[in-house]
């Protein structure tokens, strides 16, 4: 069965990106691996609590991912599509190529941001860091 490797971030772009997967997944038979890099998790976590109150923040967003992740999995169940679900840690663009090369993904599904091409130049994009690393075909959702 082929794999489609979906990279969300759990911004409103996340509901088109799955959209997108859903319809893709639903005509080709593929299962979807949902990936999510959390900024709260792992040893490089960015945010670092420093104290009792922002261990709890902190701990309630992480709660709130794993949230996110069930519901977007629930989404795909409910449509008979095969799915699962990995939160990540550490940088953005290793941990998803970590991933999909464990998972030996054949598709990645993944929302662009950037409608600046001056922007997209100079900062470059995660999905074209992707395509670069893995070799595989890479679906970019535009923002709505």
């Known amino acids: 069965m ?6 969300l971030d759990f911004t409103d772009i996340s509901d088109s990106v799955m959209e997108e997967a859903c319809s893709f997944a639903s005509k080709t038979g593929a299962a979807l691996h949902l990936v999510y890099v959390s900024p709260y998790r792992g040893e490089k976590a960015t945010h670092v609590a420093s104290a009792e109150g922002q261990t709890a923040s902190i701990s ?5 991912e794993n949230q ?17 679900g990995s939160i990540l ?3 953005v663009s290793d941990a998803i190529t970590n991933k999909a090369k464990e998972l030996e993904i054949n598709y990645i599904i993944i929302g662009s941001r950037t409608t600046n091409a001056a922007t997209h130049v100079i900062k470059g994009s995660v999905g074209a860091d992707l395509l ?3 070799k595989k075909p890479v679906l970019l959702v535009p923002h709505k």
Do not use: P
Request: charged letters at 35%; glycine letters at 6%.
């Open 2 to 7: 082929k794999t489609i490797l979906v990279c």
């Open 60 to 64: 309630m967003k992480m709660t709130k």
């Open 68 to 84: 996110k992740m069930e519901h977007f999995e629930s989404q795909c169940r409910e449509k008979g599509i095969a799915v699962d």
């Open 89 to 91: 840690s550490g940088n």
């Open 132 to 134: 670069k690393k893995l």
